[in-house]
């Protein structure tokens, strides 16, 4: 407890304020929507509970964790957090599609710069683009996933 200012938690369930509060550390009198958050969608008592059991130097961190996804519950009441994360990741993999079509057209762009070399050289080239022509398609029907997977987290 900040002097005689209780701390939000106790603010919101109208409950005087402890020198002891489990809650004032982590959930200060300016910031009241970060407790309310935490407790519509986890209960005071829950939240209570779960720090009680952490070890002090923990509490911060999961508190943080709790905040961060009862937003993430109240913008996705069905997948939370895992909806951002399942998205990120999805992003993720298209850009390294998108990487590996970048340095297979550098590849090919070099090739057709260089001077022609002895033929174990090419041969040793061509074996290295086989796969090429396929992520090229693969570049093509992976936007078409990213476009369905945007719209979906628009909605959300």
């Not at 005087?16 to 300016?30: E, G, L, M, N, Q």
């Not at 970060?34 to 986890?42: A, G, P, Y």
């Not at 990120?88 to 297979?104: D, F, G, P, R, W």
Request: some cysteine; charged content about 20%; hydrophobic content about 35%.
């Amino acid at each position: 407890m900040e002097g005689n200012s209780p701390c939000a938690s106790c603010k919101l369930l109208r409950r005087r304020c402890t020198k002891d509060c489990i809650f004032a550390p982590y959930f200060p009198s300016d910031d009241p929507h970060k407790f309310s958050i935490v407790h519509r969608i986890f209960g005071a008592s829950n939240v209570s509970k779960m720090l009680q059991e952490l070890p002090v130097h923990q509490r911060a961190d999961a508190v943080s964790s709790l905040v961060y996804e009862a937003t993430a519950r109240t913008k996705d009441p069905v997948y939370g957090c895992v909806g951002a994360i399942s998205y990120l990741q999805n992003q993720v993999s298209q850009l390294q599609m998108q990487l590996a079509v970048a340095q297979t057209e550098i590849l090919c762009a070099q090739m057709q710069q260089e001077p022609p070399m002895a033929e174990q050289q090419v041969e040793a080239y061509d074996n290295n683009l086989t796969g090429m022509p396929q992520l090229m398609n693969n570049a093509s029907s992976s936007n078409l996933a990213q476009d369905q997977l945007k719209r979906e987290f628009l909605w959300t």
